[in-house]
């Protein structure tokens, strides 16, 4: 066995949890399993407390509630060599994540356990369900981030896999979704949102059950991402039609796409919505496509291959400043997506999560969103004025 000597500050959201927790580690070092595998560690005789307790080896675990008293309690080795850490369980419950209690544990954090190492390079480990932005991981990554290796299990995968479809499936999941979608948000996904949202708030998007009737013009706004890797962005097609008025998401396709993919579903897509006179009477404003990286590789394709009236288009402001331009729109209550769409909730729920700290996990809807309402709605369409149309 390796550092039997290792000294542990556990901590968990009540000092009842913490030192149950504590009672069993110590009642496993006593046990005669342990003991065969470690025959030179043992439980030191004390004077029976409950949240502490030391090895024979020299090793020590102390069991504090969060926010509780660490004074005179270190964790770690003063030596190179590892020699123990910080564990921190669930430090709040899922009803302190919108109290005073939230802030207090992150303070408590920062001020009392950090200092607690008996090394610079004495780990934490942080194991909690997401309950809020702010809650500790928000707070560590927001201060400390480049200092941690994050982990994060959403209970349903990018792909739509579940992680436990034994326990969790998809019924059960939709169902959480509609009823409390920002505790499934966090709880769940492990990507909080704000409560209401961030810049967008969930209570300015505005819903529709049948496709409006009087939609006059219909645009496709495409956000093409340049890899396919686990943690990389999505390629998104939007429809999008505007009445004069208002801008509604008629439809949307999110996915993983890399060439011939990418191209085969563009056409795909387009060829699903394609105006005519008699079905689909609306004047089409264009497949826009942001002429950058996989994008120029898709607008030179659909030129050569198709006769998909294609326009690129250059963003050259940052994401945050877009999302400001576009922002009274949303406000105002301008912008509708389905009721039922199986897309309708996440697609809300990115929006939402959109942060000008950057510290959503993804984006790729909010772009094509953005150009939407800027074309169909601003005077004379911002992208076709900045359009390249050669």
Known sequence: MCFPDSEWIYTASSATLAIAQTLAIK??????????????????????????FRTTAGGAVYGVGAEGALTGFGAGKKRPEFG???????????????????????????????????????????IMQRLHEKDLVGYVRATEGDQ??????????????????????????????????????????????????????????????????????????????????????????????????????????RDRLEAPDLISAAKAFYERHRPNRITNPVRFAGFFVEDKVSGTGLIQTLRRETDIPVIPIQRDRDKVSRVNDVLPYIRAGRLFVPESAPWANAYIGELAAFSPAMTHEHDDQVDPTCDALSELLSPGGNLIAGADWS
């Open 148 to 253: 941690w290796r994050i982990l994060s299990i959403p209970v349903v995968d990018d792909d739509g896999a579940m992680l436990w479809p034994e326990t969790f499936d998809h019924g059960a999941m939709e169902r959480l979704k509609t009823l409390d979608p920002f505790a499934f948000s966090a709880q769940y996904m492990q990507a909080p949102t704000p409560p209401g949202g961030a810049m967008i708030k969930t209570d300015w998007i505005r819903r529709f059950e049948a496709r409006p009737g009087g939609i006059t013009t219909v645009g496709i706004f495409a956000d093409t991402a340049q890899k396919t890797g686990q943690h990389n962005d999505f390629t998104v097609f939007i429809l999008a039609g505007a009445d004069g008025r208002n801008v509604y998401i008629l439809d949307l396709m």
């Open 84 to 126: 123990g850490g910080i564990l921190i369980d669930d430090p709040i419950q899922a009803l302190d994540a919108l109290t005073v209690r939230r802030e207090k544990c992150n303070l408590w954090y920062s001020q009392a356990l950090y200092s607690r190492r008996n090394a610079a390079h004495t780990p934490i480990l942080l």
């Open 27 to 52: 009642e496993c070092c006593a046990s005669d399993w342990y003991r065969r595998i470690a025959p030179y560690v043992g439980v030191q005789p004390g004077k029976g407390r409950q949240d502490y």
